[in-house]
């Protein structure tokens, strides 16, 4: 139907059926400035036989479908609902970070203790020295200049003192501490700064070029990629996954899900495991060379700030600012103009000269969070042979790519009783929400909502009051 091609600005994943059949890309900056996608082997048009499905179309699950090509032998087919890339990966910030998940280093040695935190911390440092080797094959507007933690109030200045020190004194980096002064004189002139840490590991990136990158590098190794053929529906028959797509049955042997924030919240493995979060970004007509003096932009490092509804920003490559933060609770609330004004209050608090600035591009689209701010690369059910790589919790431009080398690795049945696949975010379940001190529940689930709204004001009023 004609109206499944129409972009939906207000779809829930936790109230909608499905995501459509074919709708178009958000009106994010990155599709306007993409250029063409590449071609696809368009919609599922009849019942077929695969081997491996991939169920996504981001960077996850088109680098899954590579490394399952490229290091094992195995073509993939993938199964998009709507456009290649279409999820976060054509609406992201962009910041690919030395992390993923929502949990700091410091966090991780308190939940886990210190040996696993240093495994965790090597093993998705190599992920990120993986996305760097990426992005240098891929013209993708990248941007190696680090990243820079804000403190947003004074206050802030000690957990980025105690974040640096655990960086460098446990885990062997080379952080740098700035004053307001210091980040003003040197990166730009943010009036809502108290200092900064400058983190060297980061990398910016056009996150569609960087998809539709990947997605040549698949394809030239003979991946095929469907659009417009949602999974709506499978059931197991005698260990075969017949999956149900509006043009026909796909039989498949094996299952990789990888669709962000954007799966069907019905089906398993991944019902009522994820709480996918809304993030609204604007990016700003070109500055003017005035304006970038005025506000001392001397890089395009990007920036994210001390608030936990964090605020995440940076200088384009063509002089356009770019800044995202938390949306709306809902999806029939998304497009309410409180969320774009929360937006243009922040450019005007932290970059006074730009208030009132002519926005271009607004958009938003869902993250998906895990109920215990980690991402998990899992097989949920060993009986059955369906894997996930899901909840990046926001932080997965650069972690993604390497969760899809190793999801291939666990669906091609390589490397399963390797040392890095104990680590937690291998070896254990997406968990369910916990609303009451820490019991877990799925009976919680249909209360999330109403958890967050009550999370979101108490955050604004610990980071703002």
């Given at each position: 139907?004609?109206?499944?091609?129409?972009?939906?600005?207000?779809?829930?994943?936790?109230?909608?059926?499905?995501?459509?059949?074919?709708?178009?890309?958000?009106?994010?900056?990155?599709?306007?400035?993409?250029?063409?996608?590449?071609?696809?082997?368009?919609?599922i048009?009849?019942?077929?036989?695969?081997?491996?499905?991939?169920?996504?179309?981001?960077?996850?699950?088109?680098?899954?479908?590579?490394?399952?090509?490229?290091?094992?032998?195995?073509?993939?087919?993938?199964?998009?609902?709507?456009?290649?890339?279409?999820?976060?990966?054509?609406?992201?910030?962009g910041?690919?970070?030395?992390?993923?998940?929502?949990?700091?280093r410091?966090?991780?040695?308190?939940?886990w203790?210190?040996?696993?935190?240093?495994?965790?911390?090597?093993?998705?440092?190599?992920?990120?020295?993986n996305?760097?080797?990426?992005?240098?094959?891929?013209?993708?507007?990248?941007?190696?200049?680090?990243?820079?933690?804000?403190?947003?109030?004074?206050?802030?200045?000690?957990?980025?003192?105690?974040?640096?020190?655990?960086?460098?004194?446990?885990?062997?980096?080379?952080?740098?501490?700035?004053?307001?002064?210091?980040?003003?004189?040197?990166?730009?002139?943010?009036?809502?700064?108290?200092?900064?840490?400058?983190?060297?590991?980061?990398?910016?990136?056009?996150?569609l070029?960087?998809?539709?990158?990947?997605?040549?590098?698949?394809?030239?190794?003979?991946?095929?990629?469907?659009?417009?053929?949602?999974?709506?529906?499978?059931?197991?028959?005698?260990?075969?996954?017949?999956?149900?797509?509006?043009?026909?049955?796909?039989?498949?042997?094996?299952?990789?899900?990888?669709?962000?924030?954007?799966?069907i919240?019905?089906?398993?493995?991944?019902?009522?495991?994820?709480?996918?979060?809304?993030?609204?970004?604007?990016?700003?007509?070109?500055?003017?060379?005035?304006?970038?003096?005025?506000?001392?932009?001397?890089?395009?490092?990007?920036?994210t700030?001390?608030?936990?509804?964090?605020?995440?920003?940076?200088?384009?490559?063509?002089?356009?600012?770019?800044?995202?933060?938390?949306?709306?609770?809902?999806g029939?609330?998304?497009d309410?103009?409180?969320?774009l004004?929360?937006?243009?209050?922040?450019?005007?608090?932290?970059?006074?000269?730009?208030?009132?600035?002519?926005?271009?591009?607004?958009?938003?689209?869902?993250?998906?969070v895990?109920?215990?701010?980690?991402?998990?690369?899992?097989?949920?059910?060993?009986?059955?042979?369906?894997?996930?790589?899901?909840?990046?919790?926001?932080?997965?431009?650069?972690?993604?790519?390497?969760?899809?080398?190793?999801?291939?690795?666990?669906?091609?049945?390589?490397?399963?009783?390797?040392?890095?696949?104990?680590?937690?975010?291998?070896?254990?379940?997406?968990e369910?929400?916990?609303?009451?001190?820490?019991?877990?529940?799925?009976a919680?689930?249909?209360?999330?909502?109403?958890?967050?709204?009550?999370?979101?004001?108490?955050?604004?009023?610990?980071?703002?009051?």
């Amino acid at each position: 139907m004609k109206s499944d091609l129409l972009y939906d600005p207000l779809y829930d994943p936790l109230t909608s059926s499905n995501p459509g059949a074919g709708r178009d890309y958000a009106p994010s900056y990155w599709v306007a400035s993409a250029g063409t996608p590449p071609k696809t082997d368009g919609p599922i048009i009849q019942d077929m036989d695969v081997d491996v499905v991939v169920i996504g179309s981001g960077s996850t699950g088109v680098s899954t479908a590579l490394y399952l090509a490229q290091e094992h032998g195995i073509q993939a087919v993938i199964l998009e609902a709507n456009q290649t890339a279409w999820g976060c990966s054509s609406r992201s910030g962009g910041q690919g970070q030395n992390a993923s998940g929502r949990l700091s280093r410091s966090q991780w040695i308190e939940r886990w203790g210190l040996d696993t935190a240093k495994k965790l911390d090597r093993e998705i440092y190599t992920g990120f020295e993986n996305f760097q080797e990426l992005v240098s094959q891929i013209d993708c507007d990248a941007t190696d200049g680090g990243h820079l933690y804000v403190a947003h109030r004074p206050e802030k200045m000690a957990y980025l003192q105690n974040e640096a020190r655990v960086r460098k004194e446990i885990f062997g980096y080379d952080p740098l501490l700035m004053s307001a002064q210091e980040l003003r004189a040197q990166y730009c002139d943010d009036h809502d700064a108290s200092g900064a840490l400058l983190e060297r590991e980061g990398i910016g990136v056009h996150p569609l070029k960087l998809t539709f990158g990947l997605l040549k590098k698949a394809q030239s190794l003979g991946i095929k990629i469907h659009t417009a053929s949602p999974a709506e529906s499978w059931e197991t028959i005698d260990g075969v996954h017949h999956i149900q797509t509006p043009g026909g049955v796909v039989r498949a042997k094996r299952i990789a899900i990888c669709t962000g924030g954007y799966g069907i919240q019905g089906l398993k493995p991944i019902k009522n495991r994820i709480l996918p979060i809304l993030s609204n970004s604007v990016v700003t007509r070109p500055l003017s060379d005035a304006e970038i003096a005025a506000c001392n932009f001397l890089s395009h490092t990007f920036l994210t700030d001390t608030r936990t509804l964090r605020f995440y920003y940076r200088l384009l490559k063509d002089n356009r600012l770019q800044l995202g933060s938390r949306s709306s609770i809902s999806g029939a609330d998304a497009d309410a103009p409180v969320h774009l004004k929360l937006l243009t209050d922040a450019i005007a608090r932290k970059f006074p000269p730009l208030a009132g600035i002519q926005i271009d591009y607004s958009w938003w689209g869902w993250v998906d969070v895990s109920h215990d701010m980690m991402p998990r690369i899992t097989q949920p059910d060993p009986t059955q042979k369906v894997w996930h790589a899901l909840g990046y919790g926001g932080n997965g431009v650069s972690f993604s790519t390497w969760a899809g080398k190793r999801l291939a690795e666990l669906v091609a049945g390589s490397k399963v009783n390797s040392e890095v696949f104990k680590l937690p975010i291998y070896n254990s379940p997406l968990e369910f929400p916990n609303l009451f001190g820490k019991v877990r529940s799925e009976a919680f689930a249909p209360f999330r909502r109403l958890g967050q709204s009550f999370l979101y004001k108490w955050y604004w009023y610990k980071d703002e009051k």
